[in-house]
């Protein structure tokens, strides 16, 4: 069975129906419940009852690139709170093809963090979004 690796997703983002293309890293997106658990009489096993589903904020990072991100960060720093956000996360096998069904986030922009400032240091400058989930994944 053949494994698959980290950098075999491209993740798009979109913001207001706004492509703004490729990210290169996310993180979080976890799908969980609160979970109900039932406990009858007599000492009777616990009954797992479900509970509601919630997906965790997804945080999007790529390298800052004046060109094409310099102009749209006043507008994206103006959408916090406001933006709706769409998330595509699609496997790619070896070749960086396409394959298989993307998962589909939704939600709304939480949070833009513009690159960091450091005069003592040469690391890459990247810009992150963070975003709070709407639904389920798709």
Not at 46 to 51: M, P
Not at 53 to 65: C, E, G, K, T
Not at 96 to 108: D, E, I, T, V
């Amino acid at each position: 069975m053949a494994g698959t690796r980290k950098d075999q997703y491209a993740v798009a983002v979109s913001v207001d129906g706004t492509n703004l293309g490729l990210f290169d890293q996310m993180t979080g997106g976890d799908v969980d419940t609160t979970e109900l658990v039932y406990h009858p009489g007599g000492m009777l096993p616990t009954v797992a009852l479900g509970g509601l589903v919630s997906v965790a904020a997804v945080v999007l990072v790529r390298l800052f690139d004046d060109v094409r991100d310099l102009p749209i960060l006043p507008w994206l720093v103006s959408r916090v709170g406001k933006g709706d956000v769409v998330i595509t996360k699609q496997p790619l096998d070896v070749d960086g093809n396409a394959y298989g069904k993307p998962l589909r986030y939704q939600g709304k922009l939480k949070r833009c963090k513009p690159p960091e400032v450091d005069s003592n240091t040469t690391a890459e400058a990247t810009i992150e979004l963070e975003v709070t989930p709407t639904g389920s994944i798709s």
